[in-house]
């Protein structure tokens, strides 16, 4: 989408939290990879949220977010796709 880089998606590959991630990417047409971690997994200070079960993560050049609702709350506002999460707080409480 706008020659903007793949957001990378970061799940175990049984777990399927980033699911509704990948569909949300897949609806809106938005760039992404998926990278399943293996565990137990060795991860830098930055990829800590893996291992407290904050799946998934994504990361989007050097900005990472973690947990289902903030990650479709990021991909939604990144993407001017606020229609599908509410654009007021009464919208947002109904979805």
Not at 40 to 69: E, M, Q
Not at 71 to 89: A, F, H, M, Q, S
């Amino acid at each position: 989408m706008n020659g903007q880089p793949a957001i990378e998606i970061l799940d175990y590959q049984m777990r399927g939290s980033a699911q509704y991630l990948r569909n949300l990417m897949e609806y809106i047409k938005a760039p992404y990879k998926d990278v399943f971690l293996e565990k137990p997994i060795k991860i830098d200070i930055k990829w800590i949220f893996a291992a407290t079960n904050s799946l998934p993560i994504i990361k989007d050049g050097s900005f990472v977010v973690h947990g289902v609702i903030p990650t479709i709350k990021y991909v939604c506002r990144k993407y001017n796709r606020e229609d599908l999460i509410g654009k007021t707080p009464a919208d947002a409480a109904k979805i």
